[in-house]
């Protein structure tokens, strides 16, 4: 992502969840029940090794028929630690917001002016 940035240059990053933060093993779902559109949403985040896994199931229902949708993510789980020092590795000053835009942080790198 640095490639595509000018000199001075911010690359903002929300990342993915820290080992700490991943709660495995909850059931999530999400549906939608209008007249001619049915849709369940579920999965069941899992954890396996430094990977957070979940697989995705839309069951989508219309007149025309029903249909099942499987989409599978195994994200990383990395600490701040690691995920600043790819941010520098790539040449970039790093400031980091705790909080960030949904609780989970947010990675503020600038390009050095003379790169």
Do not use: C
């Not at 933060?21 to 999400?30: D, E, F, K, S």
């Not at 028929?65 to 993510?73: A, L, Q, S």
């Amino acid at each position: 992502m640095t490639k595509h940035l000018r000199p001075n240059g911010l690359l903002i990053v929300e990342p993915w969840f820290t080992p700490d933060t991943w709660r495995p093993n909850p059931v999530y779902a999400q549906f939608i029940d209008e007249p001619e559109l049915k849709i369940a949403h579920i999965n069941t985040s899992l954890v396996e090794g430094r990977m957070s896994v979940f697989d995705l199931h839309h069951l989508i229902g219309t007149p025309v028929g029903t249909e099942h949708i499987v989409e599978r993510h195994e994200l990383g789980l990395f600490e701040t630690d690691e995920m600043r020092a790819v941010f520098e590795e790539q040449g970039l000053a790093v400031a980091y917001d705790a909080e960030g835009l949904t609780g989970r942080g947010l990675f503020i790198g600038k390009l050095a002016a003379s790169a």
